[in-house]
């Protein structure tokens, strides 16, 4: 599931103001999380950003983006150039998703 829009709602009770909140929230743990994952040089960086990501997804009910970043977090160094473009397809994907959602 890219968002569960019922997880989310257990959270801010259906208020809409604050769902956009938490989703604006994301989006910004989003865009430091990828850039520190693009930047790390070392295994503790990576798995910082990529754990911290996925806690974040996985609050708001973004569930893929939360499963691409536990592979990411998994991923053997080799894999990190591949593993972060997954991330960011799962959060592009997650976003359009909520975004539909939210106004729908």
Same mark, same amino acid.
């Given at each position: 599931m890219v968002?569960?829009?019922d997880h989310l709602a257990r959270y801010t009770a259906g208020d809409a103001a604050l769902e956009a909140e938490l989703v604006g929230l994301l989006r910004e743990q989003a865009q430091r999380c990828l850039a520190a994952m693009e930047a790390a040089s070392d295994?503790? &960086? /990576?798995? &910082?950003a990529a754990h *911290?990501?996925?806690g974040a997804a996985r609050g708001v009910g973004a569930f893929e983006l939360g499963e691409a970043c536990q592979r990411a977090e998994d991923a053997p160094q080799a &894999? /990190?150039?591949?593993a972060v473009? $997954?991330?960011r397809r799962a959060a592009d994907a997650a976003f359009e998703v909520i $975004? $539909? *959602?939210l106004a729908a």
């Open positions: 968002f569960d829009r295994a503790n &960086a /990576w798995k &910082a *911290t990501l996925k &894999a /990190w150039p591949v473009i $997954e991330v $975004e $539909e *959602t």
